[in-house]
């Protein structure tokens, strides 16, 4: 993986995690083994717990009563801006913004 991809991975990632802190939910992260971190609001924590391996699942949390509401999977290493791989359908309305910011990374998009 290149630098260039882990800084854009990266990126992402923190834009994500900002995202969804803003808009009130608490976060947590499975590295596809163990869940290392639940129900935070540390984003310098979630991000540090990230990256440990070749994927991560942030898990989404309502703040009302923390409940576990939904996730983002994050592969890593790919081209960058393709590092969100999937997550639920319910939290659509964030991601929307994810994804636009993720998208400024690909290719194509700076081509013009």
């Known amino acids: 993986m290149t630098n260039d991809i882990q800084t854009i991975d990266r990126k992402i990632a923190a834009f ?29 924590a979630i991000l540090s717990a990230m990256f440990t ?14 409940k576990y509401f939904g996730w983002v999977l994050f592969i890593y290493g790919n081209t960058g801006w393709d590092v969100i791989n999937d997550y639920t359908g319910n939290i659509e309305g964030v991601m929307v913004a994810v994804g636009a910011y993720a998208q400024e990374f690909e290719p194509a998009a700076r081509e013009c």
């Not at 391996?53 to 923390?66: A, E, F, G, I, S």
């Open 16 to 44: 994500a995690v900002e995202t969804f802190l803003k808009a009130g939910f608490l976060l947590g992260v499975n590295d596809g083994d163990t869940t290392t971190i639940t129900r935070s609001r540390d984003a310098v």
């Open 53 to 66: 391996t070749d994927q991560d699942r942030l898990l989404v949390y309502r703040h009302c009563d923390n």
